[in-house]
């Protein structure tokens, strides 16, 4: 933790005035993200060793053991050119054992005859007697780190090894009895925590495992309540702010944008629509994450969101975070309310000059009640008029500050959320404890599971052929490219190969085309346009094709080295076909080598549900990784994790709900700390979640 936390002293000091440091170690502490005696203090062990002393009579072959003894004698092998081998005799009062070090010949000189020494390492018993493979050594009798003791392992790099950092934090903790307690006092009480300066040296350098465990226990209590309280101050501070604007129940526009629809909305999506036409009817403003598997029908409750806005005489704007699902939102809204007599706008990076300033203007006069846009809409030129309703398609992929410098640009503006990639409860509560939330988990009717298969490489001419079957039936098919995450520019290099090779070696009598995120926005849109016209057969893409894309026609997908793309992702793209009526495939072609690999096209070969797919996705991947926990504007977790702490989490959240509803702005004596506390460890994000 980044510690304002201070108060007697300076957790916030360079790290290289802690004693051992220095500024050449401290190049190295940075690389782990260590600038601060508070950021040391506050790098946890990632496991810890028993190296309590033993024995060597009872010390089992193959066991890693701490011995204790008096060097006896000791010799220098040179058994071979470039291996030196250090062997002392210690006894430990009843045994004599053996150390062994490998090409370290200064210990002869370090360690005479006398010199009583800890040693840590792997028990040898092969030749008759106990051999001790040196990994770490002290001098025994006095305080020792790395040995005779419960010792801390840490993540660290090849300059920083394991002995210099537990020497590090031991100075640092020299500090800690000054560390001022920020948890509320009856939060400790009820949830019988460690105060914080004794977790500190007990996290640290605990006296047994159930010390460490009891520290370990704060520590992650503490992250997760810091995050709880602060989205629980958000969501207070939500519900009491009050829009200035009204809206009524359902008008005749949104009742004619029902009966133009050519199909009935679900029980799911009538339900979601409820809830956020009732939010929108409040006097506070709406909060909500609107969230739902891929195809289940979410943009039909935005649109209607939209439509219920422009109504009430109030704008609104739907961002997404690319230029190709921007467009595609836009032309479904143009097909939607034309029959309204409404209009949206479009406000994205590549228009024209021409249009660009028309829609600027009528954005700022009013005339446009509907805009559709990407990060363009957050530029400072966009000035609305009257905007009262920001939705935000695929949530994750934005920060929490470009949500909210959208949001500024109204009053109190209401604000809805969409995400396909559905988000298990445990990381649910985590990233969006301030966001009501409502769940589309109801197929439109029609909609079939699309049919999912592994392929391994040497069948892929099989493959081919099932393609030209599907051709030759009158449907389209996208094929993926592999996964180049390194760089965009080999992954449309290889994208415009691939293409190329289909398309005069394998499909000649196809129309193949190609879709890069490298191409010029305009050249994206004309090859979309030809696909969704019908005149491309087959459309070689990158993953710009991920989320939105949506060509009923389309009924084949092919995901080449499909061992390569996350669950989610490969979930999303599968999402691209068995948007119309005819049956569906998806074909994962590779040749995965792990069993994580293994797991993930197994998974997605068992199930079409999306809820399902997330839960596994988590569990493979842990919440670190789970769809950018850093992107969504909440800190990485040091030591917490929401799903094996899930207990710890709900307990966390409650606690913060007792603090906040008691104290909304912290200003209880008791809760400065507190306020502190969460401003040092969220920093910006604190003033977007009102703690500030």
Not at 45 to 71: F, N, W
Not at 336 to 348: E, F, M, Q, R, V
Not at 393 to 404: I, K, P
Not at 519 to 540: K, N, S, T
Request: proline share 5%; net charge positive.
């Amino acid at each position: 933790m980044s510690n304002e936390l201070v108060m007697k002293m300076r957790l916030t000091d360079s790290v290289q005035y802690v004693k051992g440091v220095g500024p050449r170690r401290a190049v190295q502490f940075k690389k782990l993200g260590i600038e601060t005696v508070g950021d040391l203090l506050y790098h946890f062990p990632r496991r810890y060793e028993d190296r309590r002393t033993s024995l060597a009579a009872v010390a089992r072959h193959g066991d890693t053991v701490c011995l204790e003894g008096t060097v006896v004698a000791g010799q220098e092998l040179k058994p071979r050119r470039g291996l030196t081998i250090t062997k002392l005799a210690v006894c430990d009062g009843t045994t004599t054992f053996y150390t062994v070090w490998f090409n370290q010949p200064y210990i002869l000189r370090q360690l005479r005859p006398g010199a009583r020494i800890a040693v840590a390492g792997k028990v040898d018993r092969s030749f008759g007697r106990v051999e001790i493979h040196v990994t770490e050594w002290e001098p025994a009798g006095g305080q020792t780190l790395s040995t005779g003791r419960i010792v801390p392992v840490y993540a660290g790099t090849e300059k920083l090894p394991q002995k210099v950092i537990r020497g590090a934090v031991q100075a640092a903790l020299e500090v800690a009895n000054e560390v001022r307690e920020f948890l509320p006092p009856a939060v400790l009480h009820r949830q019988n925590l460690v105060e914080l300066a004794r977790a500190l040296r007990q996290v640290h350098f605990p006296a047994s495992l159930a010390e460490a465990e009891a520290a370990r226990r704060r520590f992650i209590f503490e992250e997760l309540f810091l995050l709880q309280v602060a989205l629980a101050r958000r969501r207070a501070m939500t519900h009491r702010a009050t829009k200035p604007f009204r809206y009524g129940p359902d008008g005749p526009l949104v009742a004619a944008l029902r009966e133009s629809l050519p199909f009935r909305l679900t029980a799911a999506q009538e339900r979601a629509w409820r809830q956020v036409a009732e939010d929108m009817q409040r006097p506070e403003p709406m909060q909500r994450l609107l969230q739902g598997d891929v195809g289940c029908g979410k943009t039909v409750v935005a649109v209607m969101a939209l439509v219920k806005a422009q109504e009430g005489g109030l704008q609104g704007a739907l961002m997404a975070p690319t230029e190709i699902l921007a467009e595609q939102h836009y032309l479904k809204l143009q097909d939607i309310l034309a029959p309204l007599g409404l209009k949206p706008y479009l406000l994205t990076g590549s228009l024209d000059q021409e249009t660009r300033r028309a829609n600027l203007e009528a954005i700022a006069t009013g005339v446009a009640g509907i805009v559709v846009g990407t990060h363009a809409l957050i530029q400072d030129e966009v000035k609305f008029a009257r905007l009262g309703l920001v939705i935000i398609d695929e949530q994750h992929r934005f920060g929490v500050r470009q949500r909210a410098m959208l949001q500024d640009k109204g009053v109190t503006t209401d604000l809805l959320v969409m995400t396909a990639t559905p988000i298990p409860r445990t990381l649910a509560l985590t990233l969006y404890g301030d966001l009501d939330i409502s769940i589309i988990d109801e197929m439109p009717p029609g909609r079939q599971p699309v049919q999912t298969f592994y392929v391994a490489p040497e069948g892929l001419e099989r493959l081919y052929e099932r393609i030209r079957e599907e051709v030759a039936r009158g449907y389209q098919v996208y094929v993926v490219c592999p996964l180049i995450e390194e760089s965009e520019q080999l992954q449309s290099h290889a994208a415009t190969e691939l293409a190329a090779h289909l398309a005069e070696r394998v499909f000649t009598s196809c129309r193949v085309g190609l879709l890069h995120g490298r191409m010029r926005p305009d050249a994206r849109e004309e090859v979309m346009d030809a696909f969704r016209r019908g005149q491309i057969d087959i459309l070689v893409t990158t993953t710009v094709i991920e989320v939105g894309v949506d060509v009923p026609n389309a009924t084949g997908m092919v995901i080449l080295d499909a061992e390569r793309f996350g669950l989610a992702q490969l979930h999303q793209l599968r999402g691209r076909v068995g948007r119309g009526r005819a049956r569906s495939w998806c074909a994962l072609v590779g040749a995965p080598r792990t069993a994580e690999a293994k797991a993930r096209l197994r998974a997605l070969v068992a199930t079409n549900d999306g809820f399902q797919l997330a839960e596994e996705d988590l569990r493979l991947r842990g919440p670190g990784e789970f769809f950018g926990v850093r992107q969504s504007g909440v800190p990485e977790f040091k030591i917490a994790d929401p799903v094996r702490d899930v207990q710890i989490l709900e307990a966390a959240r409650e606690e913060a709900r007792r603090v906040v509803e008691a104290d909304p702005d912290l200003r209880h004596s008791e809760n400065a700390p507190l306020r502190a506390a969460i401003e040092a460890r969220f920093g910006f994000t604190a003033t977007r979640l009102g703690i500030s």
